[in-house]
């Protein structure tokens, strides 16, 4: 027991020297044209250590917001913000998504096209039509992986309720707390780590693995380049996959944020009580209201 608590404390406190470190000496982990610096990016992105910095961060933000509550809200209304901001702009991708395939349907089926070229002001970019054809998992993955948090502070996310409609909101806001501390954030961070060096994997050569330490992967910075993957799973289609798991990586961080926003949100309106419900929450307005009124008035 004794051990587990200083292995604790002990990356604590190794979390709050490696975030100093970092804002001290940027250019160490930020400089991507020295492969040492990219090298301890990769490993440190994935690391018990940057676990630590976070976890460290939190505890840090939630002192100060019980101290101080409106620093706590202006926490969670700026997650929530950026969240709407990129759901709100990346659902236009379903837009794209349908005028693509229209386009791709009446050029394959009816111009009889094999290719599209673009770039009238530079260099022609020509892909076949299975390529923009393929292109379209990327549009869909966008959504799903962008606008899933924006989703989440909708409140659009499917809830399995067996108890929490008829109980307190006060009661709500503890099983909402719970239901991040041990489902979203252990999640995400399970997803965040497995998804890092899943990605760099397909960006850089040598290989790199979650469980190579520093000094390993430092001597492989002596030979490590750049390597992007780009093989697809036609002759002449989308190649582009590796974007595939940087929306992986995106996903879990913007889903972790939230996690750590929902936490804090309900946290406060516990404290605060039902006064503070949906306090700062910027909800879509769909009309619904328009739509009661006129049924009112015929």
């Known amino acids: 027991m004794l051990d587990a608590l200083t ?34 990016f990769i490993y440190y992105g994935g690391s018990t250590g940057f676990f630590f910095v976070v976890l460290d961060l939190f505890l840090i933000f ?5 101290i101080r509550r409106q620093v706590l809200w202006g926490v969670v209304r700026g997650i929530e913000f950026t969240h709407n901001v990129l759901g709100r ?26 290719v599209i070229s673009i ?14 054809a393929e292109e379209l998992k990327l549009y869909n993955a966008m959504i799903v992986a962008l606008c899933c948090a924006y989703t989440f502070v909708q409140g659009g996310h499917v809830r399995v309720d067996l108890v929490y409609a008829g109980v307190s909101r006060r009661t709500k806001n503890l099983i909402d707390m719970a239901g991040s501390l041990l489902f979203i954030l ?31 992967l430092e001597r492989k ?16 289609g989308f190649d ?28 406060l309106e516990y404290i605060e009580g039902d006064e503070s419900a949906g306090k700062y929450h910027d909800k879509d307005d769909l009309g619904d209201d328009l739509a009661d009124k006129v049924a009112e008035i015929h």
């Open 7 to 40: 292995w604790l404390f002990g990356n604590m406190f190794g979390g709050i020297m490696n975030l100093f470190r970092a804002i001290a000496d940027p250019m160490s982990w930020l400089n991507w044209a020295d492969p040492q610096a990219l090298i301890r």
């Open 62 to 66: 939630l002192i100060i917001g019980l």
């Open 89 to 114: 702009f990346f659902a236009w991708a379903g837009l794209l998504m349908v005028l693509q395939q229209v386009v791709i349907v009446f050029l394959q089926r009816i111009f009889r096209v094999s």
């Open 119 to 132: 770039g009238p002001f530079g260099d022609i970019f020509t892909r076949d039509l299975s390529w923009y």
């Open 186 to 216: 252990p999640t995400m961070t399970l997803i965040w780590m497995f998804g890092w060096f899943f990605l760099w994997r397909h960006l850089v050569t040598p290989k790199v693995s979650a469980s190579d330490r520093l000094e390993l």
């Open 221 to 236: 910075a002596r030979l490590l380049k750049w390597n992007v993957e780009t093989i697809g799973f036609s002759p002449n």
């Open 240 to 267: 582009g996959y590796f974007l595939f798991k940087i929306l992986l990586v995106a996903f879990a961080g913007t889903m972790f944020l939230q996690g750590v926003a929902f936490f804090y949100r309900n946290l």
